[in-house]
């Protein structure tokens, strides 16, 4: 072939192939989504979930209501034979011994400082919405597993109905709706707004509970809620002994704590608050994949159980201390950490009632809140959230964390399948005439077929996948690094973005995308897969091509992949947030937690 002959073919090529961006681009959807409405998530009907279910050995599950008649039956048991053993002579003497208290060390403080009152007050407000957006998030995938493989029947703990026999039912569709009053928002699959809340409250509770232990060191405050002797646990025994023979226990707040209180304080603010922290870094895939040694025992999935377990804590000690307040002298406790005094006034009781006011109007106004205004909402996570977020950014995965031991036995399915003439009349020709197109700011567009891309480099990977959702997975990949489409198609040098392109619509219409930094691109955990366990890509699972960014949290790995573009920002692409998810539920472009 003559060199003129090579240019005009090479010409040729690029001609059809600058037709990329406005041929994928004319298929999605440009409109600018700024409310929560009726056709959310492609108008998803709600579906609402059962009472959380608990597994017994392999295939028995019991109903975790039945334990509130138990509950009470056995707190009627227990007020039986604590009134029956207080006359004994050998309790008696024990309670003598032990009175309930423990001694303070000389000089810790009495009452409680403004200080402490405000942040009490805080705690609450950012806790609140903590746990009620962490509840909107598990309803995306409510169903808890110990081990990283979260296999239907498998798991210990369920808010939803066994997984049924159907190879189409996904991920999305196993998620459940909340009350707009329970969850933040309570819509259903609106986890990618309730991860801002979540995330954004977490950086605000965080800060407010490092400034509260500074400041129960700096004061003394510390020695109110610390156990400085073993004697706090016969006390505590005591104290339990007492509350349950309906004999209570003198309050005496201002002063001391009794050692049950002193226990349940020093628990909840010295371990459940660190261990709420820890588990929930163990749920990021950044560091997951980072520190595998720790995640091989203590996987993303462990992780999220011990998350839910430490949510039951906060439940039920938050219950159990507002009774408690009410019931021992509610005048007087509220005077305590309303009005900073020990007395019987009316002080305390209408500041508390003027603050629960508060409180009540954040809580009823959440979730319409959210639905009106979504994208200030992703603003406050973001601007709070974010550069925490960015420090993962640079936590990268390595090959080699797993073996074909570790190939998860099922692997959730998710989003919605393509099901265009174009899309199917190559499925029914098993992609024989499937071109991939490569296009944008590029020095050699290209149209790849899959006998292309299997000429190309090939790699295998085995790595787990992350899921927004909350679910993971292993499996083992196989395709084209995307460093051989860089090396193949040479990137302008103004070229950021990579946008890939897939034949699926999302669920609002207009076809799936999403935006990638082109620094990632060249990451050996990068590839176009074509291969699955070891077998050709299923239709599920997108075939024929499919994106697979272990960086990245899964709603960013594009299935029935048609198209690649190289850009210099995304700001004009569909609706200009770096992806359809992105447009269309309000989540992040990047999202390494």
């Not at 409310?35 to 019991?62: E, I, K, S, T």
């Not at 039945?66 to 007020?79: E, F, Q, S």
């Not at 942040?119 to 808890?144: C, E, V």
Request: some cysteine.
């Amino acid at each position: 072939m003559s060199g003129a002959q090579g240019r005009s073919s090479r010409q040729q090529r690029a001609e059809q192939l600058a037709e990329v961006s406005p041929r994928f681009r004319a298929q999605l959807d440009d409109r600018r989504h700024d409310r929560v409405g009726a056709d959310w998530a492609g108008g998803l009907p709600a579906q609402y979930g059962v009472a959380p279910r608990l597994r017994l050995g392999r295939d028995r599950w019991f109903n975790l209501l039945w334990l509130v008649p138990l509950a009470a039956a056995a707190l009627v048991v227990g007020i039986a034979v604590a009134r029956e053993i207080v006359d004994v002579p050998a309790v008696r003497d024990f309670m003598r011994t032990y009175p309930g208290e423990s001694r303070l060390p000389a000089g810790t403080p009495e009452g409680f400082p403004a200080w402490l009152q405000w942040q009490h007050w805080l705690n609450a407000l950012f806790m609140f919405s903590i746990m009620r957006a962490g509840l909107s998030i598990l309803a995306d995938h409510p169903r808890l597993y110990w081990t990283r493989h979260s296999t239907p029947g498998h798991e210990w703990l369920r808010f939803q109905r066994p997984v049924p026999d159907d190879p189409n039912y996904t991920a999305k569709g196993d998620s459940i709706t909340l009350p707009d009053q329970v969850g933040l928002p309570g819509r259903r699959h609106s986890i990618g707004l309730a991860r801002w809340w979540h995330f954004g409250f977490d950086v605000l509770w965080l800060v407010n509970g490092v400034v509260f232990v500074v400041l129960l060191v700096v004061t003394g405050q510390w020695a109110r809620i610390v156990p400085t002797s073993w004697d706090v646990f016969p006390n505590a025994l005591t104290t339990a002994i007492r509350y349950l023979s309906l004999s209570w226990p003198v309050e005496d707040g201002w002063v001391n704590y009794n050692a049950l209180q002193l226990l349940s304080y020093f628990v909840t603010v010295f371990i459940a608050a660190p261990l709420a922290l820890l588990t929930g870094l163990g749920m990021s895939p950044a560091l997951s994949t980072r520190f595998r040694r720790i995640s091989r025992v203590f996987s993303i999935q462990f992780a999220r159980s011990l998350h839910f377990l430490v949510l039951c804590w906060y439940v039920a000690f938050v219950t159990v201390h507002v009774s408690m307040v009410l019931m021992t002298g509610a005048l007087r406790n509220l005077n305590h950490m309303y009005a900073g005094n020990d007395t019987q006034a009316w002080t305390g009781f209408w500041v508390f009632l003027a603050t629960t006011v508060v409180l009540a109007v954040v809580w009823v106004g959440g979730s319409p809140f959210t639905y009106r205004f979504p994208r200030p909402v992703r603003r406050f996570g973001l601007a709070l959230f974010g550069p925490v977020q960015r420090w993962f950014e640079h936590v990268d995965a390595k090959p080699g964390a797993y073996s074909e031991d570790d190939i998860s036995p099922f692997f959730w399915p998710n989003g919605r399948t393509p099901d265009s003439e174009e899309y199917r009349a190559l499925q029914s020709d098993e992609f024989r005439d499937y071109r991939l197109a490569v296009g944008g700011l590029v020095e050699e567009p290209a149209s790849l077929s899959l006998d292309d891309l299997h000429r190309l480099e090939h790699r295998e990977q085995i790595t787990q996948h992350f899921c927004i959702q909350g679910w993971s997975g292993v499996a083992k990949w196989g395709g084209v690094p995307m460093s051989a489409i860089l090396d193949l198609v040479r990137p302008d040098p103004k070229a950021r973005w990579v946008v890939f392109y897939s034949f699926a619509e999302g669920a609002d219409g207009g076809l799936y995308y999403d935006a990638q930094d082109i620094e990632q691109m060249r990451s050996e955990m990068v590839m176009l897969a074509y291969d699955m366990n070891g077998e050709r890509l299923n239709f599920a699972h997108g075939a024929p091509l499919r994106l697979r960014n272990e960086l990245q949290l899964g709603f960013k790995m594009v299935k029935w992949l048609q198209g690649i573009e190289f850009v210099e920002r995304f700001e004009d692409v569909g609706s200009g947030l770096g992806g359809y998810n992105n447009d269309h539920e309000f989540f992040g472009y990047r999202q390494p937690i």
